[in-house]
DNA sequence: CCCAGATACTTAACATGTGTAGTATTGTTC
DNA sequence: GAACAATACTACACATGTTAAGTATCTGGG
């Protein structure tokens, strides 16, 4: 059988893991996940309320991890949430004010994490590494699970 | 900040998701997670008792969880744990009989699997992509959190 | 208007990820 | 050789992944 570790999934997981581990750090200060993270990020990205479904599918969370994050943050006081008008099912989600602040404060560190990656690595050989990830991502989702 | 659906993370977390979603059904014919199939791999691959500690590094699990995975393994009758000599402390774990014959009903599934998504990205570009990534951790790996 | 189906989200159950703490064993130092 | 640190693993707590089921709401055909 194919060797282990050459793997495309191990390839991706080892990577990915690598590159997490400089981001971890910075978040653990501020008591976020990585995931709670994305889901902050992605708010702060639009600054526009955003429906839960559509959450789910920006940052790559299943409704389900979603719907337990969210209620965390709102614990948290970090995000608002309010129904949509002519269909009660939805709601749409916004960073409070305390959400916005914290943003603020880690966006500079996460920056510069990446920014330590950047060199390390080569800008310019990371900006042609995503473009092939993005390709290899597009590739594997034409309808293969019809 | 950084546009979010670009960032390595976010690319590497996507294009896993993408791969794995062509091994995730197979697994499933079998109630195998794909972390108990990279146990399984693993011990495969040997062919010789391996520690916990040893497990743990080549499948990029934590230790916890291999303890978690390896005790519901052992619950199935698909691996065997014995102790080492000199060192109480040590576990050796091995396929079983029954383990060895999951692991060669799944592999052919697994490997036409692999041959699809070769097909479709490219066998010579998916080799260097995964040369890159190679890189790309080793690159990040290196004294960082020292 | 009603009702079957679709949709949006939530809940539940089990497995794993992650960090921390605990236990047992081994190694080391004085 | 007894205290101490280091090692290997396990246990625990909380958060998330994954699948299935549940609830509320909306939509369209009769």
Do not use: C
């Amino acid at each position: 059988m194919r060797s282990f570790d050459e793997s495309l999934p191990m390839a991706l997981l080892n990577a990915r893991e690598a590159a997490m581990s400089y981001f971890r750090p910075i978040l653990a200060d501020h008591d976020l996940t990585e995931q709670q993270w994305r889901i902050l990020r992605a708010l702060s990205a639009y600054d526009a309320p955003i429906e839960v479904g559509d959450l789910a599918t920006q940052t790559s969370l299943l409704a389900p991890s979603v719907t337990r994050i969210l209620s965390n943050l709102e614990g948290r006081n970090l995000i608002e949430r309010q129904t949509v008008e002519h269909d009660q099912r939805r709601s749409a989600i916004s960073l409070s004010a305390t959400g916005h602040e914290l943003v603020h404060r880690v966006a500079p560190q996460s920056e510069a994490a990446y920014n330590t990656i950047e060199t390390k690595f080569g800008k310019n050989k990371l900006t042609k590494l995503i473009a092939e990830l993005h390709e290899l991502t597009k590739q594997l989702s034409t309808n293969q699970d019809l």
